[in-house]
């Protein structure tokens, strides 16, 4: 069964390091998300992205953040230079797009470490 | 801004009991989903809901949406230690396709065999 991945698993940075958080989502889904759930609070939506540019961002996504399909498979988010408040689980999604299809598939994150 | 809360926010159950988690949501709901995720790990979709009074069905586990209500609940029947984990509730805020989700904070579902 088709599946997102995320790389790597863990990764440990210091403030102020730029990081580049990648994912591959499943092939032939249109669009992509990012999220991010911080240790013992909800998930918070950080960005969608549909037909190479931004659809939606929250106010979290903020110019420290960017995202990019750089080829047809991968699709990355940046964190320019990490706050300590940037420690979290970060999760990429994708769905297929279309009315029927609005179901978005997670890959398994990736926890962020922020020293 | 909508929120979503989900009760209660931890669950001890012995295993073959039956429970039910909640999920309500501050405003109008556009769908409903629910995912499982285990400590540390991933959200796996378990199921989504998009109309009122829709009722959707996986192995022992049912959902439900009562759009009046602005709540939808999930139901574990005859609970198996592999229902053990953190279920979340996730919703789409206004119409629309491929819309953002909001979450819940999740339950805590601990099965004792």
């Known amino acids: 069964e088709p599946e997102v991945t995320q790389t790597p698993s863990h990764q440990v940075t210091q403030m102020g390091q730029e990081v580049i958080l990648r994912c591959v989502p499943i092939?032939?889904?249109?669009?992509f998300y990012w999220y991010r759930q911080i240790l013992g609070q909800k998930v918070e939506f950080l960005v969608s992205?549909?037909?190479?540019?931004?659809?939606?961002k929250s106010e979290i996504f903020d110019d420290q953040f960017s995202v990019e399909r750089p080829d047809g498979s991968n699709f990355t988010l940046k964190i320019r230079s990490t706050k300590l408040e940037d420690s979290a689980m970060y999760f990429c999604a994708s769905n297929a797009g279309g009315s029927k299809s609005d179901t978005q598939y997670f890959g398994p994150g990736t926890r962020l470490t922020v020293l | 801004s909508q929120e979503l809360e989900q009760s209660p926010q931890s669950l001890i159950v012995q295993e073959g009991k039956n429970l039910t988690i909640n999920c309500t949501s501050s405003k109008t709901l556009y769908g409903l989903y629910w995912y499982k995720q285990k400590y540390g790990e991933g959200l796996i979709f378990l199921m989504m809901?998009?109309?009122g009074g829709e009722e959707k069905s996986h192995e022992k586990i049912t959902a439900k949406l009562d759009e009046k209500k602005q709540q939808s609940s999930l139901h574990i029947t005859a609970s198996q230690p592999s229902h053990a984990g953190i279920y979340l509730c996730?919703?789409?805020?206004?119409?629309?396709?491929?819309?953002?989700?909001?979450w819940g904070l999740g339950t805590s579902l601990a099965v004792n065999p």
């Open positions: 996730g919703a789409v805020g206004r119409a629309g396709n491929n819309r953002k989700l909001i």
């Open positions: 992205f549909y037909n190479n540019e931004i659809s939606e």
């Open positions: 809901l998009q109309k």
């Open positions: 092939s032939n889904h249109l669009y």
